[in-house]
């Protein structure tokens, strides 16, 4: 069973940073673009950052570029999601995402982990 595991969460301060991890078990990690993705209460989640099979390309929203960097390591089988210069809109649950490169859509999620950003 695919099981995606994030972790790094918590309470900082604005302008601080946090490093997000998701680990991927009973996965061929290899052959899958991750994805971050984050949901505000009261909000529909949004896309924050993919990265391909290989880490040979990356996309971020509007919103995060340049504070946030998406990154992997195919032999832990880990997804990173750095987030430097946190705002409080920042503010939010963060799940990671598994894509089939057969697929347009992210099939395997994890459950997420809490991010808060105080002002």
């Known amino acids: 069973q695919v099981q995606l595991v994030e972790s790094g969460g918590g309470l900082v301060q604005a302008g601080g940073s946090l490093r997000l991890s998701c680990a991927a078990s009973?996965?061929?990690?290899?052959?899958?673009?991750m994805g971050w993705f984050r949901q505000a209460p009261g909000k529909e989640r949004e896309f924050v950052a993919s990265?391909?099979?290989?880490?040979?390309?990356?996309d971020y929203a509007d919103s995060v570029k340049g504070r946030f960097t998406i990154s992997r390591d195919n032999a832990k089988s880990t997804v990173y999601l750095q987030m430097n210069n946190l705002k409080p809109e920042d503010t939010a649950v963060y799940y990671c995402?598994?894509?089939?490169?057969?697929?347009?859509?992210?099939?395997?999620w994890g459950q997420g982990t809490q991010v808060t950003v105080s002002s």
């Open positions: 009973a996965l061929t990690f290899s052959s899958y673009t």
């Open positions: 990265i391909g099979r290989s880490a040979d390309s990356t």
């Open positions: 995402a598994g894509r089939s490169i057969r697929s347009t859509r992210y099939a395997y």
